[in-house]
C-alpha cells in the first residue's frame, strides 16, 4: 500500500479536460515533483488533492483511506497542507497569528472555552503560541513575529507560508512554486529548508519551475502536459525523456 | 507595561459609571443612558458579525425584534405566560442565536453585496411577520403592558434607574466575551476567514461552521438587547425593528471603528448621544427662544449621512480603530499590495 495515490484522476470543466486519467504514488519521507509546462494542469492536481474540486472520476488515497468527498477543512485534518502558487497569506495578521491559525484544526477548545477562556484554553493558547514561535524559527523568522504578514519580504513571506502549513501537523506537504520569484541565495535556503522538513518526517509534493531546485531535492519527478502525465522517474531518467524535451522545446523535427 | 494590563486600563472610565445614578437625579438622563445601553449591546453584537467575521449582515435588527417579541410574548398577559425577566435573558438569548444560525445558513455561500442583500431581505421579513401574526402580536398595535423585572422582590416599575444596571451589567459581560472570543481560536479564524476564506479552510477551519456561530453569537447579544428594551419600554410594535434601526447599529460600528471593541463602545454611544439627547435638547433650547418651527430631530438620517460620508473620506477606519483595521485602510488607499487580481483569483477558486 502507498503512502499516498492517485488512481486514474479525472477532471473536467464543461468540454475541457483539465487532468486526463491521471495515476503515480507517493512513497512515505520523499521529496517529489511535478513539473510541466503552464497550463499542463499541476495546480489542478493540488486543488484536487486538498478538496477545492472534487474528480469527475478516479480515487484519491492518503495511508489507504480515501479523500475523495471530504471538505478541504477534513483533508487538512487528515494530514495533507500546502502552500499557494500566489501566496495567501493572513495578509493584515502577525507572522505568529498566521501560523497559529494553522494549529486550528489540533486544537481542542470549543465555542464555550473560547468565550469563557478557561483555565484549559489559556493553557491550550499559550502551548500552541510556544509551538508556532518553534515553527517560526524552524523556517528562519523568529525576529518577524509581530510583524504583519504582508510587511515581509516575499522571500518570507513564502517561508512564512510554509511555517503556516507545517502548523497544521502535516504528513505530506504540497508546495504550490515555492520558488518563484527567489533570488539564488533565497533558493538553496529554500533547497535546505524543504530538507529539513523531509528530515522531520514530513513527504513533500512540489509543484516547480526552476530545474535547478527540481534536480536537486525530488527522488522523483512526474511530469504534465495538457492533464496528462507524458513521463514518471528520477530526474535524470524524466530530463533526457523525448516526450518532455518535446513538451516544453516542441518537436525537434518541427524547429528549424 | 504588560500588554493586557494595558488593555484592561483602557476600561477603568467604566467603573465610574455605576456612580451616575447617584449623583444625576434627572430621569431623564439615566433613561437615556439606558437606551443607550441597549444600542451598545446591539453594536456589539453586530461587531461580532461585521467586524470580526467580515460578514455584513443588514438586516441585523431582525434579531433585536426575536429578542423584544420573545419577551413580549413569554412574559405578559398575552398569553398568561409570566416567565421571569432574568430567565427570559437567557431564553431570548438562545432563541436569538437558534434564528442567527436559521437565518444564517441560506448565506453561507453567499459573499459581500449578496450576502448583504438577502441580510436586508431578512431585516424586513422579521418584523413584517410580527405585524402580519396579528393574532398573536396584535398586529401594528404591538403588545404592550410586559411583566416588570423585579430583584430580590423589588420591582423595577417605571424608573430608569434599575435598567441603568441592567444594561451595565449585560455590558459588562457583552465585553468580556466578546473580547474573549477575540483572542481565540474562534476569533482567529473569524479573522482568517474574512483575510483569505480559501486559504482558512486549508487551515483546517470549518468555515461553515465558524460563520454560523459569528451569527449565533451575534444574535445572541440583540436577544438580549432585545429583552432588556422591551422590558423597559413596556412595549414592542413592529415598527421599532424597522430597516433604519439595523443601519443606525451599522453606522455605529462604521463611526467608532469596526472590529474594535472601544470604538464600537464609542461610536454607538455618541450616535445614541446625537439622536437621543443632542437633537432633542437643541430643539428643546431652540423653542424655548420662539424658533418653533425648527426640529432638529427631523435633520437626523441627513446627519447620519453626513456623518457616514465624512467618516468614508477622512478616517475610514472609523474613531478608535482596530490595528489591523487600520492599517487595511490606510495601506489600501495608498498601496494596492494584495491586489484586487488575486481576489478574483481566489473567488474563481472557492467556486
Known amino acids: 500500500m502507498s503512502f499516498f495515490k492517485l488512481t486514474n484522476v479525472r477532471k473536467t470543466f464543461g468540454g475541457l479536460v483539465a487532468v486526463n486519467d491521471l495515476s503515480f504514488a507517493i512513497e512515505a519521507g520523499s521529496i517529489v515533483a511535478m513539473i510541466g509546462p503552464n497550463g499542463a494542469g499541476k495546480s ?20 489507504g483511506r480515501t479523500l475523495r468527498g471530504l471538505s478541504t477543512d477534513r483533508v487538512t485534518a487528515r494530514g495533507i497542507a500546502r502552500t499557494f502558487q500566489n501566496i495567501r497569506l493572513f495578509a493584515f495578521m502577525s507572522a505568529l497569528d498566521n501560523v497559529m491559525t494553522g494549529c486550528h484544526a489540533q486544537m481542542r477548545a470549543s465555542l464555550l472555552d473560547s468565550l ?3 483555565p484549559r484554553q489559556r493553557a491550550e493558547e499559550r502551548t500552541v503560541r510556544e509551538r508556532a514561535r518553534e515553527l517560526l524559527k524552524f523556517v528562519g523568522l523568529e525576529g518577524d513575529a509581530d510583524n504583519y504578514a504582508r510587511n515581509l519580504s516575499y522571500g518570507h513571506q513564502r517561508r512564512l507560508e510554509i511555517a503556516r502549513a507545517l502548523a497544521t501537523d502535516p504528513k505530506l506537504l504540497l508546495l504550490d512554486e515555492p520558488a518563484a520569484g527567489m533570488n539564488p541565495r533565497e533558493k538553496e535556503g529554500l533547497i535546505a529548508l524543504i530538507r529539513r522538513i523531509r528530515d522531520k518526517g514530513v513527504t513533500v509534493f512540489l509543484i516547480e519551475h526552476d530545474m535547478h531546485l527540481v534536480m536537486n531535492l525530488s ?17 535524470e531518467a524524466v530530463r533526457n525523456d523525448e516526450r518532455v524535451i518535446e513538451a516544453y522545446l516542441g518537436r525537434a523535427d518541427g524547429a528549424a | 507595561m504588560n500588554p493586557a494590563v494595558r488593555r484592561s486600563l483602557r476600561f477603568v472610565p467604566l467603573l465610574l459609571l455605576p456612580l451616575v445614578p447617584l449623583v444625576d437625579h434627572n430621569n431623564s438622563h439615566i433613561d437615556f443612558l439606558a437606551n443607550a445601553g441597549a444600542f451598545i449591546l446591539l453594536a ?32 405578559s398577559q398575552q398569553f398568561g405566560i409570566h416567565v421571569p425577566f432574568w430567565v427570559m435573558l437567557f431564553a431570548a438569548s438562545g432563541i436569538a442565536a437558534i434564528f442567527g444560525i436559521l437565518l444564517g445558513a441560506p448565506t453561507l455561500r453567499l459573499r459581500g453585496d449578496y450576502l448583504a442583500i438577502v441580510t436586508l431581505g431578512f431585516g424586513e421579513i422579521v418584523p413584517q411577520t410580527f405585524l402580519n401574526l396579528s393574532q398573536y402580536t396584535n398586529g401594528p398595535n404591538g403588545i404592550s403592558s410586559l411583566d416588570s423585572p423585579s430583584l430580590f422582590g423589588h420591582r423595577f416599575g417605571f424608573s430608569a434607574t434599575p435598567y441603568f444596571y441592567v444594561m451595565l451589567g449585560l455590558i459588562v459581560i457583552g465585553v468580556l466575551l466578546a473580547s474573549n472570543l477575540q483572542n481565540s481560536r474562534l476569533g482567529r479564524a473569524w479573522m482568517a476567514i474574512r483575510e483569505d476564506e ?9 468555515t461553515t461552521a465558524a460563520k454560523l456561530s459569528a451569527f449565533a453569537l451575534g444574535a445572541s447579544f440583540s436577544g438580549l438587547a432585545g429583552v432588556a428594551y422591551a422590558a423597559k419600554l413596556d412595549l414592542v410594535s413592529p415598527d421599532q425593528f424597522q430597516f433604519n434601526v439595523s443601519v443606525l447599529v451599522l453606522s455605529m460600528l462604521v463611526l467608532g471603528g469596526m472590529g474594535n471593541i472601544p470604538g464600537v463602545i464609542v461610536g454607538s454611544f455618541a450616535l ?33 449621512g453626513v456623518i457616514l460620508v465624512a467618516m468614508m473620506l477622512f478616517r475610514p477606519e472609523g474613531l478608535i480603530p482596530s490595528r489591523q483595521r487600520r492599517a487595511e485602510l490606510r495601506e489600501a488607499l495608498t498601496d494596492p499590495g494584495i491586489s484586487a487580481q488575486e481576489q478574483t483569483e481566489y473567488e474563481g477558486a472557492a467556486r
Open chain 1, 116 to 118: 469563557l477562556h478557561t
Open chain 1, 219 to 235: 527522488e522523483r519527478v512526474t511530469v504534465l502536459d495538457h492533464g496528462e502525465k507524458i513521463a514518471e522517474g528520477t530526474p
Open chain 2, 272 to 304: 445614541s448621544f446625537i439622536n437621543s439627547f443632542l437633537l432633542p435638547q437643541s430643539t428643546n433650547l431652540v423653542h424655548s427662544i420662539g424658533l418653533t418651527w425648527i426640529d432638529f430631530t427631523d435633520y437626523r438620517f441627513m446627519l447620519y
Open chain 1, 44 to 63: 489542478t492536481v493540488f486543488n484536487l488533492i486538498t478538496g477545492i474540486y472534487s474528480p469527475s472520476s478516479g480515487a484519491i488515497d492518503l495511508e
Open chain 2, 44 to 75: 456589539l453584537g453586530l461587531n461580532i458579525v461585521v467586524g470580526f467575521a467580515g460578514l455584513l449582515d443588514l438586516g441585523y435588527a431582525a434579531f433585536f425584534a426575536i429578542g423584544s417579541y420573545s419577551y413580549a410574548m413569554l412574559a
Open chain 2, 198 to 206: 480559501l486559504a482558512a479552510r486549508h487551515m483546517g477551519i470549518n
